[in-house]
Nanobody
Framework: QVQLVESGGGLVQAGGSLRLSCAAS????????MGWFRQAPGKEREFVAA????????YYADSVKGRFTISRDNAKNTLYLQMNSLKPEDTAVYYC???????????????????WGKGTLVTVSS
């Protein structure tokens, strides 16, 4: 059974940092696109960042570009999101996601992902 389990969320003051992790189990994702999405209360789930299967290409939403960094450790089957200079508008539940297809192009839409974690809450206070 495939599982994606996020960790690292919490409460942080504006300007602070957090590092999210997503541990995958049940299959290896070293050949799959993975990404982070978030959903704030009353809003739709939105793209945050994605990374190619090799880790050589990364993509970011304009709202987080320059502040967030996505990375992966294929040996550990783990995805990361380093979040710096956090703002109150970054408050949301953050979800890890993975594409089922191997060696595919990077997708930035929720519909392009097949596996999802249950999410971890990030709260940024002003």
């Amino acid at each position: 059974q495939v599982q994606l389990v996020e960790s690292g969320g919490g409460l942080v003051q504006a300007g602070g940092s957090l590092r999210l992790s997503c541990a995958a189990s049940g299959r290896t994702f070293s050949s799959n696109v993975m990404g982070w999405f978030r959903q704030a209360p009353g809003k739709e789930r939105e793209f945050v960042a994605a990374i190619s299967w090799s880790g050589g290409s990364t993509y970011y939403a304009d709202s987080v570009k320059g502040r967030f960094t996505i990375s992966r450790d294929n040996a550990k089957n783990t995805l990361y999101l380093q979040m710096n200079s956090l703002k109150p508008e970054d408050t949301a539940v953050y979800y890890c996601a993975a594409d089922r297809s191997r060696y595919s192009w990077v997708t930035t839409t929720p519909q392009g992902m097949d596996y999802w974690g249950k999410g971890t809450l990030v709260t940024v206070s002003s």
